[in-house]
Antibody, heavy 118, light 106 residues
Framework: QAQLVESGGGVVQPGRSLRLSCAAS????????MHWVRQAPGKGLEWVAV????????YYADSVKGRFTISRDNSKYTLFLQMNSLGVEDTAVYYC???????????WGQGTTVTVSS | EIVLTQSPATLSLSPGERATLSCRAS??????LAWFQQKPGQAPRLLIY???NRATGIPARFSGSGSGTDFTLTISSLEPEDFAVYYC?????????FGGGAKVEI
């Protein structure tokens, strides 16, 4: 059974950095494009970033471009999100999401909470 | 950038009733439209992909239709576990945006 487990969330001060990880299991990780999607408290879903299955391409939402970096290690079945220059507007639950070309965003993790506060 | 607008924002219904949710795109997304269900404290779950295809394990009471700019998610007869928030999402191009969500409440 496909599973994604995020980690690395926590409370961080504005301007600081945080690195999220997402461990995949139960499917061929290198066959999936991977996304980060976030949800601010009481708000809707916001797409953050994507990396292609082989890591050859990445795209970012304008709101995080230049501050966040998505990467992956296919040998370790792990996805990362390096978040720099964090602001209070980055406070959210961050979901790791696996995508196939057929079904789209088919596999979701349970989320990890990031709180940016002084 | 393609914007998705969902309506209504809230739908108040009773178990057994039919729910019809709308998602309109600011420009054509072809059939690259998905629907997700999210319950409180849980991650979203894929219901429908490519406008009308049910994801694995999704009951037949959920159906999707539409193409281009206008899409509909229909729940034929609401079960108690269907009261949740529903999001549409396109993957026509970058960024793959979500709609604002629609809450189906009792």
């Amino acid at each position: 059974q496909a599973q994604l487990v995020e980690s690395g969330g926590g409370v961080v001060q504005p301007g600081r950095s945080l690195r999220l990880s997402c461990a995949a299991s139960g499917f061929t990780f290198s066959s999936f494009g991977m996304h980060w999607v976030r949800q601010a408290p009481g708000k809707g879903l916001e797409w953050v970033a994507v990396i292609w299955n082989d890591g050859s391409n990445t795209y970012y939402a304008d709101s995080v471009k230049g501050r966040f970096t998505i990467s992956r290690d296919n040998s370790k079945y792990t996805l990362f999100l390096q978040m720099n220059s964090l602001g209070v507007e980055d406070t959210a639950v961050y979901y790791c999401v696996g995508e196939t070309t057929v079904k789209g965003m088919d596999v979701w993790g349970q989320g990890t909470t990031v709180t940016v506060s002084s | 950038e393609i914007v998705l607008t969902q309506s209504p924002a809230t739908l108040s219904l009773s178990p057994g009733e039919r729910a019809t949710l709308s998602c309109r795109a600011s420009q054509s997304v072809g059939s690259y439209l998905a629907w997700f269900q999210q319950k409180p404290g849980q991650a979203p779950r894929l219901l429908i992909y490519d406008a009308s295809n049910r994801a694995t394990g999704i009951p037949a009471r959920f159906s999707g239709s539409g193409s281009g700019t206008d899409f509909t998610l229909t729940i034929s007869s609401l079960e108690p576990e269907d009261f949740a928030v529903y999001y549409c999402q396109h993957r026509r191009d970058w960024p793959p945006a979500f709609g604002g969500g629609a809450k189906v409440e009792i």
